[in-house]
């Protein structure tokens, strides 16, 4: 039985990296940490949480003290590493807190895996789990492979690719084994309604309007999230000590395309007249040093481990929409509570 923490696992990508290693692993104890964050939440994981291989424990990877004591209770054979505060917008309001978080709680965790190791690392492995965002913007043309030079340009973005400098770094001087993946932007059930998909899902329900950043062509790479925890259990398992995965879909949208596409599925699925929903589209006042283009190229990931996603986008975003549609408590759920200050200040 190998111990396995994975940190961040009631968010939006975790819940799902977590509920796979739980099903798919009978020789694996999971333990989930998490502090339990505004986007952390249990009920993203009640069907694995009776399960005799998963024990929840809430804590902050903030705490060195804590995080130091369940390394040495539970020995973790494995870390994959999820935790972070994760939206850009409130990167720009809250810098602090991505600071403290993904950079400072990401050297602890790193920390107390060497204590309890020594440095002695046999089939052991730190993997951290990050974006794509670490790159920078692109222009009208290019992808980022694994070899693109960091240039991160909002707080999210830059604690983010101090935490994977941090990771490497302990690599190279204590021979700390580690992988790193770079994602594009992820879509599916379970995520948090500030990012793009979720809140405008949210808001074509309840008739609100749709707030469009700027000109609305800003770019964005978009991965099914389940493909995002299939990926990395591909990488957790077969790719190499120290590299670098980028994993993205090859699936390019302008955010105004996009916004159309989940219109139109909509309408249909509300069962309203075609064009009902894009009334809503709203143009609001440009996010700040807004990144003008991401996209991946996972031609890397493909051709070393076989990974290729297993839906396309309209299909992906079919299924999103039908389990907002089908899980209504969940999004009230958040909704009724601080989100309405949030949205406040955010969009009124
Ligand atoms: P999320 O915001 O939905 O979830 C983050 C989780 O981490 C929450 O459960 C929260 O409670 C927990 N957390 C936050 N601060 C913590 C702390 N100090 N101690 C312990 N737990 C804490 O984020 P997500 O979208 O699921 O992203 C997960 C990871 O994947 C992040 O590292 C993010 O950078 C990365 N990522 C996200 C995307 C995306 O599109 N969402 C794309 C690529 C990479
Ligand atoms: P988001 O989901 O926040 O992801 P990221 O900023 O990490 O890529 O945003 C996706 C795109 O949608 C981004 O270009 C910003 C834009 N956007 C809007 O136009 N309006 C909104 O209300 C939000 C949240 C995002």
Same mark, same amino acid.
């Given at each position: 039985?190998?111990?396995? &923490?994975?940190?961040?696992?009631?968010?939006?990508?975790?819940?799902? *990296?977590? $509920?796979?290693?739980?099903?798919?692993?009978?020789?694996?104890?999971?333990?989930?940490?998490?502090?339990?964050?505004?986007?952390?939440?249990?009920? =993203?994981?009640?069907?694995?949480?009776?399960? +005799?291989?998963?024990?929840?424990?809430?804590?902050?990877?903030?705490?060195?003290?804590?995080?130091?004591?369940?390394?040495?209770?539970?020995?973790?054979?494995?870390?994959?590493?999820?935790?972070?505060?994760?939206?850009?917008?409130?990167?720009?309001?809250?810098?602090?807190?991505?600071?403290?978080?993904?950079?400072?709680?990401?050297?602890?965790?790193?920390?107390?895996? $060497?204590?309890? !190791?020594?440095?002695?690392?046999?089939?052991? &492995?730190? #993997?951290?789990?990050?974006?794509?965002? *670490?790159?920078?913007?692109?222009?009208?043309?290019?992808?980022?492979?694994?070899?693109?030079?960091?240039?991160?340009? +909002?707080?999210?973005?830059?604690?983010?690719?101090?935490?994977?400098?941090?990771?490497?770094?302990?690599?190279?001087?204590?021979?700390?084994?580690?992988?790193?993946?770079?994602? +594009?932007? =992820?879509?599916?059930?379970?995520?948090?309604?500030?990012?793009?998909?979720?809140?405008?899902?949210?808001?074509?329900?309840?008739?609100?309007?749709?707030?469009?950043?700027?000109?609305?062509?800003?770019?964005?790479?978009?991965?099914?999230?389940?493909?995002?925890?299939?990926?990395?259990?591909?990488?957790?398992?077969?790719?190499?000590?120290?590299?670098?995965?980028?994993?993205?879909?090859?699936?390019? !949208?302008?955010?105004?395309?996009?916004?159309? &596409?989940?219109?139109?599925?909509?309408?249909?699925?509300?069962? @309203?007249?075609?064009?009902?929903?894009?009334?809503?589209?709203?143009?609001?006042?440009?996010?700040?040093?807004?990144?003008? $283009?991401?996209?991946?190229?996972?031609?890397?990931?493909?051709?070393?481990?076989?990974?290729?996603?297993? *839906?396309?986008?309209? @299909?992906?975003?079919?299924?999103?929409?039908? !389990?907002?549609?089908?899980?209504?408590?969940?999004? =009230?759920?958040?909704?009724?509570?601080?989100?309405?200050?949030?949205?406040?200040?955010? #969009?009124?």
């Amino acid at each position: 039985m190998k111990n396995i &923490l994975i940190t961040g696992g009631a968010g939006f990508i975790g819940s799902h *990296v977590v $509920r796979l290693f739980v099903n798919n692993y009978p020789n694996y104890h999971i333990y989930n940490l998490d502090a339990l964050t505004y986007a952390g939440n249990l009920e =993203n994981i009640t069907d694995i949480s009776e399960a +005799s291989n998963y024990t929840f424990v809430k804590g902050n990877i903030k705490d060195i003290d804590f995080i130091n004591a369940l390394f040495k209770k539970h020995q973790f054979d494995a870390v994959i590493h999820l935790a972070a505060e994760s939206h850009v917008d409130r990167s720009i309001t809250n810098p602090n807190d991505f600071i403290e978080t993904n950079m400072l709680g990401t050297a602890n965790l790193l920390n107390a895996f $060497r204590a309890i !190791w020594q440095d002695n690392y046999e089939d052991k &492995l730190f #993997y951290h789990v990050s974006t794509d965002e *670490v790159y920078g913007s692109l222009g009208k043309t290019g992808l980022f492979t694994e070899t693109t030079s960091y240039d991160p340009q +909002s707080p999210y973005a830059a604690s983010k690719a101090s935490s994977d400098h941090i990771v490497r770094a302990y690599g190279n001087t204590y021979g700390l084994p580690f992988v790193i993946s770079n994602c +594009s932007n =992820n879509y599916g059930a379970n995520q948090f309604p500030e990012k793009l998909i979720p809140l405008f899902i949210n808001n074509i329900k309840t008739s609100k309007s749709l707030p469009v950043y700027g000109d609305g062509q800003y770019t964005r790479d978009w991965l099914f999230v389940e493909d995002h925890a299939t990926a990395i259990d591909l990488i957790f398992h077969k790719g190499k000590n120290e590299e670098t995965y980028n994993i993205g879909g090859f699936n390019e !949208w302008t955010n105004l395309d996009l916004i159309h &596409l989940l219109c139109e599925q909509l309408d249909e699925k509300l069962g @309203q007249e075609k064009g009902t929903a894009a009334k809503l589209i709203t143009y609001v006042k440009d996010r700040a040093g807004h990144d003008r $283009r991401y996209a991946i190229d996972a031609t890397k990931l493909s051709n070393e481990l076989g990974w290729n996603p297993s *839906v396309t986008f309209e @299909q992906g975003l079919s299924k999103t929409i039908d !389990w907002y549609l089908e899980n209504e408590a969940w999004m =009230n759920n958040i909704t009724s509570g601080s989100y309405k200050e949030y949205y406040k200040k955010m #969009y009124e």
